[in-house]
């Protein structure tokens, strides 16, 4: 059996994507598996028949990768690959898709408004800023992107402008959402279970992508600092989220809890989360007893099975 890793990609998180990849690779090798590093460009059809893989591990972050683009590919070739299809891939990705879903099954979201990026510049900016800011700001992010690319904390209104120009850079689609003082949890799941939730304390400002991805900027806490009837609440939550979006294989379900009151609010679902060194998803499975090489080799098997047929080259 042969595994190949997919990575890289032309998103904004391409870097990231370089080192979850190989950092995959890595680990499936030393488990004795055959893997290899693709790195995925407009050639990737031709790629995979090229390297006659059997089976995909699909590291890509944004973009292709959790657009359902990459998975639509496989699903043609008949490539069995890791992780959610390409309809829950694609709902995850876009955060308004996600949020109707998660708000019409009752799941607790912070309240927002999307944006076309074409009328940012025509917008009653006052007008949302009223309704949104409940004297702490708002948070302005790209509607389908990751690892807090474009997304700025808006403390004062004459800033709001601003940020909308830096998100819309990134999509065609703008959320602000209202800024809510909070511990930030986020929660893995894995073989169906959620895992130990983890508590995440940035040593300055927020989680973005300086304190997410630099050693030494971000505390980790697990299990989270939250009490347990709301530890409770949230992993009830992560898994609803999950099975929403009907997302299967390894998934992360950010979420936030509110300061004040200890309310529970999901964010979104990352269908492909990173695998570095400072990612989340492996401190979860070490936190709960498992080992990464042998819930990785897992992914790959189950995918594997649940192909139909064989690949044909």
């Given at each position: 059996?042969?595994?190949?890793?997919?990575?890289?990609?032309?998103?904004?998180?391409?870097?990231?994507?370089?080192?979850?990849?190989?950092?995959?690779?890595?680990?499936?090798?030393?488990?004795?598996?055959?893997a290899?590093?693709?790195?995925?460009?407009?050639?990737?059809?031709?790629?995979?028949?090229?390297?006659?893989?059997?089976?995909?591990?699909?590291?890509?972050?944004?973009?292709?990768?959790?657009?359902?683009?990459?998975?639509?590919?496989?699903?043609?070739?008949?490539?069995?690959?890791?992780?959610?299809?390409?309809?829950?891939?694609?709902?995850?990705?876009?955060?308004?898709?996600?949020?109707?879903?998660?708000?019409?099954?009752?799941?607790?979201i912070?309240?927002?408004?999307?944006?076309?990026?074409?009328?940012?510049?025509?917008?009653?900016?006052?007008?949302?800023?009223?309704?949104?800011?409940?004297?702490?700001?708002?948070?302005?992010?790209?509607?389908?992107?990751?690892?807090?690319?474009?997304?700025?904390?808006?403390?004062?209104y004459?800033?709001?402008?601003?940020?909308?120009?830096?998100?819309?850079?990134?999509?065609?689609l703008?959320?602000?959402?209202?800024?809510?003082?909070s511990?930030?949890?986020?929660?893995?799941?894995?073989?169906?279970?959620?895992?130990?939730?983890?508590?995440?304390?940035?040593?300055?400002?927020?989680?973005?992508?300086?304190?997410?991805?630099?050693?030494?900027?971000?505390?980790?806490?697990?299990?989270?600092r939250?009490?347990?009837?709301?530890m409770?609440?949230?992993?009830?939550?992560?898994?609803?989220?999950?099975?929403?979006?009907?997302?299967?294989?390894?998934?992360?379900?950010?979420?936030l809890?509110?300061?004040?009151?200890?309310?529970?609010?999901?964010?979104?679902?990352?269908?492909?989360?990173?695998?570095?060194?400072?990612?989340?998803?492996?401190?979860?499975?070490?936190?709960?007893g498992?080992?990464?090489?042998?819930?990785?080799?897992?992914?790959?098997?189950?995918?594997?099975?649940?192909?139909?047929?064989?690949?044909?080259?």
């Open positions: 059996m042969k595994v190949g890793v997919l990575y890289g990609g032309i998103s904004p998180e391409r870097e990231v994507s370089l080192n979850s990849g190989k950092f995959v690779y890595e680990v499936l090798t030393q488990e004795g598996m055959d290899v590093l693709i790195d995925v460009g407009r050639d990737i059809g031709r790629r995979l028949e090229e390297e006659r893989v059997d089976v995909v591990y699909v590291a890509l972050h944004g973009g292709w990768g959790e657009s359902g683009a990459i998975q639509g590919l496989l699903e043609i070739k008949g490539i069995p690959y890791t992780g959610s299809d390409l309809t829950s891939s694609a709902l995850a990705l876009h955060k308004e898709l996600s949020k109707r879903m998660f708000s019409a099954e009752g799941i607790p912070p309240n927002h408004v999307c944006l076309p990026t074409e009328r940012i510049g025509h917008l009653d900016t006052m007008l949302i800023w009223e309704n949104l800011n409940r004297g702490n700001g708002v948070i302005v992010k790209p509607e389908d992107q990751g690892s807090t690319i474009g997304v700025t904390v808006v403390r004062e004459e800033g709001l402008n601003a940020a909308l120009e830096v998100a819309g850079k990134y999509s065609k703008v959320i602000v959402e209202e800024f809510i003082p511990v930030e949890i986020t929660a893995a799941v894995v073989g169906g279970d959620v895992l130990p939730i983890i508590e995440i304390a940035p040593k300055r400002g927020i989680y973005d992508y300086t304190a997410k991805y630099t050693k030494g900027m971000t505390e980790y806490i697990i299990p989270a939250i009490g347990n009837s709301t409770e609440r949230a992993k009830v939550y992560a898994m609803q989220a999950y099975n929403v979006l009907g997302c299967r294989g390894i998934a992360r379900v950010d979420m809890v509110s300061r004040n009151k200890g309310d529970v609010y999901v964010l979104e679902v990352n269908t492909s989360p990173g695998m570095t060194e400072t990612s989340l998803v492996p401190k979860a499975i070490k936190a709960a498992l080992e990464i090489g042998k819930v990785l080799k897992r992914e790959v098997e189950e995918a594997l099975n649940m192909g139909v047929g064989s690949v044909e080259y």
